[in-house]
């Protein structure tokens, strides 16, 4: 077997053992994290609000008495518009004679997807893009962070309006913005994390075994990272949250998809705020519970990536 014929066959083999040790390590690094994870009473106090409504969302279907926007009459055959709670409507109805159980338990669904897909693709394009500049430096650095500064003079709510307005009143298109602003200070603290863990021995040595930088990347930092990513994912969720809640309170969300801030934005056109409290309160309470969840979960999961946390 020629020389070059037995790199060929033993470069697909490193691979292979490469990806087995970054595995190995994601594993022992979770399990690390998470054995420090559960000591913290305020993280799994705001995991255990965060699987409640995870787990809403997913009954929600089976559960809802009634479709969204299925009217309600009264026994005179009129609308039952803005009824209390009672026992056949726990949550009375809306101005429209909607059930205002069914719109919280099917909006769960648009607050969860928004909040965990928007959180991951904050947590990926910033963990990418800080790896790459902290990984490389230099003028790719110092394009990362160039793009890092122009994009934090966005603001964010008139940003996503326009995105709407240009591409349509859609769940994705709000992702979309939350995704192309939400992920800068991730990146930026991906960055400096990188910028130390790429002076470590080991990264030195694989550098001078010849390994690709996408291996150094994947293999030797890329898990001493992910903490980091998960805790700013965490926080993201609450953002994305509050964000869809916002642009649909706007008025730029769709209005056929019953979430939390269109039936905010429902009762504050037909100024029901203050008088149908049990059309108020009950997505005011849902968007403020799962965003406090999210923060307890961050703050908890900072004891995992703050050693100072941890020997208090």
Same mark, same amino acid.
């Given at each position: 077997?020629?020389?070059?014929?037995?790199?060929?066959?033993?470069?697909?083999?490193? !691979?292979?053992?490469?990806?087995?040790?970054?595995?190995?390590?994601?594993?022992?690094?979770?399990?690390?994290?998470? $054995? #420090?994870?559960?000591?913290?009473?305020?993280?799994?106090?705001?995991?255990?609000?965060?699987?409640?409504?995870?787990?809403?969302?997913?009954?929600?279907?089976?559960?809802?008495?009634?479709?969204?926007?299925?009217?309600?009459?009264?026994?005179?055959?009129?609308?039952?518009?803005?009824?209390?709670?009672?026992?056949?409507?726990?949550?009375?109805? /809306?101005?429209?004679?909607?059930?205002? %159980?069914?719109?919280?338990?099917?909006?769960?669904?648009?607050?969860?997807?928004?909040?965990? %897909?928007?959180?991951?693709?904050?947590?990926? #394009?910033?963990?990418?893009?800080?790896?790459?500049?902290?990984?490389?430096?230099?003028? +790719?650095?110092?394009? +990362?962070?160039?793009?890092?500064? #122009?994009?934090?003079?966005?603001?964010?709510?008139?940003?996503?309006? +326009?995105?709407? /307005?240009?591409?349509?009143?859609? *769940?994705?298109?709000?992702?979309?913005?939350?995704?192309?602003?939400?992920?800068?200070?991730?990146?930026?603290? #991906?960055?400096?994390?990188?910028? /130390?863990?790429?002076?470590?021995?080991?990264?030195?040595?694989?550098?001078?075994?010849?390994?690709?930088?996408?291996?150094?990347?994947?293999?030797?930092?890329?898990?001493?990272?992910?903490?980091?990513?998960?805790?700013?994912?965490?926080?993201?969720?609450?953002?994305?949250? +509050?964000?869809?809640?916002?642009?649909?309170?706007?008025?730029?969300?769709?209005?056929?998809?019953?979430?939390?801030? *269109?039936?905010?934005? $429902?009762?504050?056109? !037909?100024?029901?705020?203050?008088?149908?409290?049990?059309?108020?309160?009950?997505?005011?309470?849902?968007? !403020?519970? *799962?965003?406090?969840?999210?923060?307890?979960?961050? $703050?908890?999961?900072?004891?995992?990536?703050?050693?100072?946390?941890?020997?208090?």
């Amino acid at each position: 077997m020629s020389e070059e014929t037995a790199r060929q066959v033993a470069q697909p083999r490193e !691979t292979k053992q490469g990806w087995r040790r970054f595995f190995q390590n994601l594993r022992r690094s979770a399990r690390e994290q998470a $054995r #420090i994870f559960v000591k913290s009473k305020m993280a799994v106090a705001g995991l255990a609000i965060i699987v409640f409504y995870i787990v809403v969302a997913l009954v929600a279907p089976y559960v809802a008495p009634y479709a969204p926007y299925e009217r309600i009459y009264a026994a005179d055959g009129t609308w039952a518009k803005l009824q209390p709670p009672t026992a056949a409507h726990p949550l009375g109805t /809306t101005e429209a004679a909607h059930d205002v %159980l069914s719109q919280l338990l099917l909006g769960a669904r648009i607050a969860m997807f928004v909040g965990l %897909l928007g959180a991951f693709m904050v947590a990926v #394009i910033g963990t990418t893009m800080g790896v790459i500049a902290g990984y490389y430096g230099g003028w +790719v650095d110092e394009l +990362v962070m160039r793009l890092v500064d #122009i994009l934090y003079g966005l603001p964010f709510i008139p940003f996503v309006i +326009v995105l709407v /307005t240009v591409l349509g009143a859609s *769940v994705w298109n709000i992702i979309l913005g939350i995704a192309l602003l939400y992920w800068l200070s991730t990146a930026r603290v #991906i960055r400096s994390e990188v910028l /130390t863990v790429r002076e470590r021995p080991y990264v030195e040595a694989a550098e001078a075994a010849g390994a690709s930088d996408f291996r150094i990347m994947a293999v030797h930092i890329l898990p001493n990272v992910i903490p980091l990513a998960a805790l700013y994912a965490a926080i993201a969720v609450g953002y994305s949250i +509050v964000a869809q809640a916002s642009i649909a309170f706007l008025g730029f969300g769709d209005p056929t998809i019953p979430s939390w801030g *269109v039936m905010l934005q $429902r009762a504050f056109v !037909t100024q029901a705020f203050g008088t149908a409290w049990w059309w108020v309160f009950p997505p005011g309470l849902s968007i !403020t519970l *799962v965003v406090t969840g999210a923060y307890l979960v961050g $703050r908890g999961y900072e004891e995992v990536v703050n050693p100072q946390l941890q020997e208090k």
